[in-house]
């Protein structure tokens, strides 16, 4: 059966410093892999998604980056993290074709300060 | 652009007491409806997909269905631990790449004892 990973589950970081949040899949092969961030009061806005190793397509202008650097890891980056990158980051993943539903990882709830 | 929009924002019922939670959509071509439970603070829990008008589906309490322009979902006799965020998600045909979905805001059910 398929699971997805997703660490760290909590983090809290200073203004100006460095993120980096890892995503693994296992038991399937060329995942379509998500970020998504969930704010307070907001809904689940898509960061970012991926359809293989190296691809990667951005949904929205920000702070942030991703990199697909093996098959089923999915990495969410920033080089100086803001105030307002603070939210609960969720990772999904999907079979290839994208019309199932998502399976979503646990979350990490990231707190700048 | 696709559009979810979900009512009620919150939803308090007494445990026994039945009700809906609406989802309604605008969507360039629907290929199809989502819903998720969502505990707080872990990731969202996949339930139904819906794919076309007049299609429903059930899962223990709950049950799902969809016209051309809503979904709702169906609460029947809850018990407290139905006592989640529901999310409603649809994915249209926006034309290449793994298309995101795109979530409404969400409702918040409580379900008092």
């Known amino acids: 059966s398929q699971t997805i990973h997703q660490w760290p589950a909590t983090l809290v970081q200073p203004v100006g410093s460095p993120l980096s949040l890892e995503c693994t899949v296992e038991g399937t092969s060329n995942p379509n892999l998500y970020w998504y961030r969930q704010a307070a009061g907001r809904g689940l806005q898509l960061l970012f998604y991926?359809?293989?190793?190296?691809?990667i397509s951005s949904e929205v202008p920000q702070n942030l980056s991703a990199s697909r650097p093996q098959d089923r890891q999915f990495i969410l980056s920033s080089k100086k993290l803001l105030l307002s990158d603070s939210g609960f980051y969720l990772c999904?993943?999907?079979?290839?074709?994208?019309?199932?539903?998502?399976?979503f990882g646990s979350g990490t709830r990231l707190t700048v300060v | 652009e696709d559009q979810v929009t979900q009512s009620p924002e919150a939803l308090r019922l007494q445990e026994g007491e039945s009700s809906s939670l609406n989802c309604s959509y605008t969507v360039s071509g629907l290929r199809g409806l989502f819903w998720y439970r969502q505990d707080p603070g872990k990731g969202p829990e996949f339930l139904f997909t819906?794919?076309?008008a007049g299609e429903e589906k059930e899962k223990e309490r709950l049950k799902a269905t969809l016209t051309k322009k809503e979904s709702f979902l169906h609460i029947t006799a809850p018990k407290p631990e139905d006592s989640a965020t529901y999310l409603c998600a649809v994915q249209g045909y926006s034309g290449g790449g793994a298309d995101g979905l795109t979530f409404g805001k969400g409702t918040h059910l409580i379900i008092q004892p």
């Open positions: 999904a993943w999907s079979p290839p074709g994208g019309y199932y539903g998502y399976t």
């Open positions: 991926s359809v293989g190793i190296g691809q």
């Open positions: 819906l794919y076309s």
